[in-house]
């Protein structure tokens, strides 16, 4: 069993910066891909980004590409978001999500074990 757990979230004005992490336990840390959603009231669950097993490969989704890093520091079985250049449209519930495959999927389907998310709110 993995339990990912997420923190960093808060409040922030526009144009602003934020700084999410994850943890996970269990098995190593470096065995997983690993990602981040985001979901805003209303909104299905929304893809963010995600980053391979040793962190040589990223994906991004195209309404933070250019503005969000995700990284990964597997010696501290952590993952990071750096999210800059916020936008009101960035407020949601951000989650950090585990994936056993290989592959680096923009689906949530695939995911399978997830954290409880935390709360990013951008002011305008």
């Known amino acids: 069993q993995v339990q990912p757990v997420e923190s960093g979230g808060g409040l922030v004005q526009a144009g602003g910066s934020l700084r999410l992490s994850c943890t996970a336990s269990?098995?190593?840390?470096?065995?997983?891909?690993m990602g981040w959603f985001r979901q805003a009231p209303g909104k299905e669950r929304e893809f963010v980004a995600a980053i391979s097993r040793g962190g040589g490969s990223t994906s991004y989704g195209d309404p933070v590409k250019g503005r969000f890093t995700i990284s990964r520091d597997n010696a501290k079985n952590t993952m990071y978001l750096q999210m800059n250049s916020l936008k009101p449209e960035d407020t949601a519930v951000y989650y950090c999500?585990?994936?056993?495959?290989?592959?680096?999927?923009?689906?949530?389907?695939?995911?399978?074990?997830w954290g409880q998310g935390t709360q990013v709110t951008v002011s305008s």
């Open positions: 999500a585990v994936d056993k495959r290989y592959i680096m999927s923009a689906s949530p389907g695939g995911y399978v074990y």
């Open positions: 269990g098995r190593p840390f470096s065995s997983y891909t």
